[in-house]
């Protein structure tokens, strides 16, 4: 990213920012339009952050600017990300892994290549600079045992409709029986991080608000009153069994002693205890590369199901 925005910059501090021909533009940086020249011009090109103009001049964008000289606190990163965003092959990589983790090298490369179409002999620069691309556009959370890409959709997203926030005012928000659907997971990464990326995106498609239990969906209180409301509140839920939670399972034998429907999710090749295991369970693979976009589709589903057939996933308990 760095150096597809050397050009530009280069004719903006000596051109003003005004059109510039080839060796023009070359010479600002002190040299003279060769073949790696070129590469940085289709580089700039391909963000969007020079355009082609009649006699074969340069021309700065909008973007270029915004980037190299931010007028606000967020022109700069909204420009790069724009960049990345709209990038050929870069567009379509991060459009199929936003908001998920990429998986391991050989699993990703394969995707590119099978998937993606990206050409073998270019995948090792390809992921170099997608990568490096993603760091400069802040789009890539490489905190965890395997980087997520950020989903700027939702995850920068303001609050579903009908949903009021009021952390700050420290009063709880209500939550409405006929529109809320409960999420009981693990707070632990990367499950905890599964809300924002998977289950909302999920549970908004069928038209129902999710909540989960924690200081920013219902103010301050008990931990224990905040679960019992939503549960007793929402009219499904949604549970992630993946790593035997106790809390998850505490809520799941809440929701079947109130009698509501659950949909039950776990990661492939978790051991279900078997008082549960008769109830249909939604499984993952995330060494599948699409695993986020089929685990949401998935929920979805479920959920729609459990809304207009609620006996197929409560749990009968006078059996």
Same mark, same amino acid.
């Given at each position: ?16 920012? %005004?059109?510039?021909? +080839? ?24 963000? /969007? =952050?020079?355009?082609?103009?009649? /006699?074969?001049? +340069? ?41 998920? $983790?990429?998986?391991?090298?050989? =699993? ?6 099978? @998937?993606?179409? !990206? ?6 620069? =390809? ?8 760091? $400069?556009?802040?789009?890539? *959370? ?13 995850? /920068? ?10 952390? *700050? ?9 006929? $529109?809320?659907?409960?999420?009981? %997971? ?18 908004? %498609? ?16 008990? !931990? ?8 007793? $509140? ?10 035997? @939670?106790? @809390? ?46 089929? +685990? ?18 409560? +749990?009968?308990?006078?059996?």
């Amino acid at each position: 990213m760095e150096r597809a925005l050397r050009i530009p910059r280069a004719i903006l501090d000596q051109n003003a920012g %005004q059109p510039s021909s +080839l060796a023009e533009a070359a010479k600002f940086l002190g040299g003279k339009v060769s073949g790696e020249f070129q590469l940085e011009v289709s580089s700039a090109k391909k963000y /969007g =952050f020079l355009t082609a103009q009649a /006699g074969s001049k +340069l021309a700065l964008t909008d973007r270029a600017k915004r980037a190299l000289r931010p007028q606000s606190n967020t022109d700069e990163i909204s420009a790069l990300q724009e960049a990345v965003l709209e990038a050929p092959d870069f567009k379509e990589v991060y459009n199929h892994y936003r908001g998920e $983790s990429l998986p391991d090298d050989q =699993f990703f490369t394969n995707a590119l290549v099978d @998937n993606l179409k !990206i050409p073998a002999d270019k995948i090792s620069d =390809f992921r170099s600079v997608f990568r490096e691309s993603l760091r $400069s556009a802040n789009l890539i *959370d490489e905190s965890g045992e395997r980087p997520r890409l950020l989903d700027v959709g939702r995850e /920068g997203a303001p609050p579903a409709p009908g949903v009021i926030r009021e952390k *700050d005012s420290g009063r709880a928000r209500t939550v409405k029986s006929d $529109s809320a659907c409960f999420v009981m %997971q693990p707070f632990a990464q990367p499950y905890g991080g599964y809300y924002e990326t998977i289950f909302r995106p999920a549970i908004e %498609q069928t038209g129902i608000t999710p909540v989960r239990a924690d200081n920013e969906i219902f103010g301050a209180g008990k !931990i224990m009153d905040q679960v019992w409301r939503g549960i007793r $509140s929402a009219k499904v839920l949604v549970a992630e069994l993946t790593t035997r @939670n106790a @809390n998850v399972y505490y809520e799941l034998g809440l929701a079947h002693a109130l009698g509501k429907p659950v949909v039950l999710i776990a990661a492939k090749g978790e051991d279900v205890p078997f008082d549960i295991g008769h109830i249909r369970v939604v499984y993952y693979d995330v060494s599948d590369p699409f695993w986020g976009e089929k +685990l949401i589709n998935k929920i979805a589903d479920n959920v729609r199901s459990a809304l207009s057939n609620p006996e197929e996933a409560v +749990l009968d308990i006078n059996s």
